[in-house]
């Protein structure tokens, strides 16, 4: 399944911006071995090379069946949307922190000049198990994922963002998809204390394992609040003692 839905958005795209993808990779589930037709997003990196003013119209487009069909089916969540980043042929051997990309999309949301994917965590796992759909394989394309920068990075996003939400989550009003977001910290932890990316499935086990915590155990958005937080306070000891520390 997740081929045509690769296929059909390329189809679009090459009608769209005909020759100037020339670099097209499956990262995020796909690569880690867990994508689920019923649930999960497509994730990419593309190559992109010429004029970008079509992207916003590809955003569109090359969605238009999948959230179709979603709608139909009656799925919010709109599983086999492909969420991507585009990125110049010239920025890809840029050290990743230094990259500015094309424009990106998630879900309905499209930005020019930016994208959140380009971060040391992806392009490690579009290094280290990137799909290759269209062009080179990873390994030879130059990338930088700036590995010295890893641990740092993820701690970053939980102190930052992570720590923000688990504090609205204890707040008189929770967000919505509290039960649902609270797997992104144990994700990070994981790279945190191991330098490993690891899929959502993966982080279950990995929160039961390390945190003796069974994730649908938690009933409320309080409780994934205070869940996320004892995950953000045993990061942050995990990064000091991390190995060249």
């Known amino acids: 399944m997740i081929e ?142 700036e590995p010295d920068k890893l641990r740092q990075w993820n701690l970053d996003q939980l102190t930052g963002h992570w720590r923000s939400f688990a504090q609205q989550c204890l707040s008189d009003r929770p967000p919505r998809k509290a039960l649902t977001r609270m797997i992104g910290p144990p994700r990070l932890h994981c790279t945190v204390r191991t330098g490993q990316i690891i899929s959502k499935d993966e982080a279950v086990r990995y929160t039961l394992d390390t945190f003796g915590v069974r994730l649908g155990d938690l009933r409320d958005p309080g409780q994934a609040g205070e869940f996320m937080l004892r995950v953000i306070e045993d990061a942050g000891r995990e990064c000091f003692h991390a190995p060249g520390r």
């Open 4 to 145: 045509r839905i690769v296929h059909r958005y390329l189809t679009v795209a090459d009608r769209l911006l005909p020759g100037q993808i020339t670099g097209f990779y499956l990262v995020g589930s796909a690569a880690l071995g867990a994508w689920h037709a019923d649930r999960s997003d497509v994730d990419f990196v593309a190559v992109l090379t010429g004029d970008p003013s079509r992207l916003r119209a590809l955003h569109v487009l090359g969605n238009l069946r999948t959230a179709g069909a979603a709608v139909l089916l009656g799925k919010p969540g709109i599983p086999g949307t492909m969420n991507g980043v585009f990125v110049a042929p010239e920025d890809m051997a840029k050290p990743v922190t230094s990259i500015r990309p094309i424009a990106s999309h998630s879900g309905r949301r499209f930005k020019a000049g930016r994208g959140f994917d380009v971060n040391p965590v992806m392009w490690k796992v579009l290094l280290d198990k990137g799909i290759t759909v269209r062009g080179p394989a990873p390994t030879e394309l130059g990338l930088d994922p």
